[in-house]
């Protein structure tokens, strides 16, 4: 989907969410989801304006899921202010749900001003690790160091670890800060074994039996805690390939059955 509207000698360009009636200073606004997801594309070749309306109940959030969507703004993203910068008593939001290791970035040609809009953090489907960095926005310029709110009451972390929202000139990133612990270490218990090869079985994996996590087990079996580190571990290859052949053996079954 691509939005061009640029009228003859009209000061408002692009696409304005929940922009009231336009008409005795923008009265209402009412309240507007848009949201791109999957391999859904968005453009804008001039400016989005996030709640342009006047009515203090007037709401509209942008909301992008997951890594493959496409999202770009030739011009300026403005949340709840208009194009003179006056803020609009409304409310705007930036809403990502983070699915993968990644995430798609909303790539804005002109300026972001942030400071009048909320953000949202939803996880689905990913466990992040810690260490993790998505970029949610980059832009000519960013205005504003910091969302007017964050909530994060949608993206639960691990034991250890925590968000942190970070503003540069030019991006926002979403950080995860800490670390939960050793890679493949499912039961938390200081060392990758068989142990968590069960936990992992039993759908006890932060992403739920998946093959992305049987791959961090299998790659870190073996490891140990640093501060368990002189402790000798035996050596991996033959329990590595006995698990895995039981986990061939209870996938025949299951197909069976």
């Known amino acids: 989907m691509t939005v061009d509207s640029k009228p003859d000698g009209s000061t408002w360009t692009g696409l304005a969410l929940s922009g009231g009636n336009n008409r005795g200073g923008n009265k209402g606004g009412g309240e507007t989801l848009l949201e791109v997801r999957d391999q859904g594309s968005f453009t804008v070749q001039q400016d989005l304006n996030l709640t342009l309306g006047t009515d203090p109940n007037a709401t509209s959030t942008l909301k992008v899921r997951g890594p493959d969507a496409a ?3 030739q011009g300026d993203l403005r949340m709840a202010l208009d194009p003179s910068g006056a803020v609009n ?4 939001n930036l809403y990502a749900v983070i699915t993968a290791a990644t995430q798609s970035t909303i790539q804005v040609g002109g ?5 009048n809009g909320n953000l949202i953090v ?3 489907g990913f466990t992040p690790l810690g260490g993790e960095s998505f970029e949610l926005i980059t832009a000519g310029s960013v205005t504003g160091t910091a969302f007017k709110s964050e909530d994060f009451s949608l993206a639960s972390l691990l ?3 925590s968000w942190e929202v970070a503003v540069s000139g030019t ?5 995860v800060l800490g670390s939960a612990g050793l890679p493949g270490d499912f039961d938390a218990d200081g060392d990758v074994d068989g142990a968590d090869f069960l936990v992992w079985q039993r759908g006890g ?3 739920g039996a998946s093959a992305e996590d049987l791959n961090t087990w299998r790659a870190n079996f073996g490891d140990v805690a640093s501060v368990a580190a002189t402790t000798s571990v035996p050596e991996p290859t033959s329990f590595l390939l006995a698990f895995l052949g039981l986990a061939a053996c209870a996938h025949g079954l299951r197909k069976v059955s």
């Open 71 to 73: 999202v770009a703004i």
């Open 89 to 92: 008593p409304g409310i705007a």
């Open 111 to 115: 300026d972001v001003n942030i400071d």
């Open 122 to 124: 939803e996880l689905d």
């Open 159 to 161: 034991d250890g670890l």
């Open 171 to 175: 991006s926002v990133l979403l950080n």
């Open 205 to 207: 994996s932060p992403n």
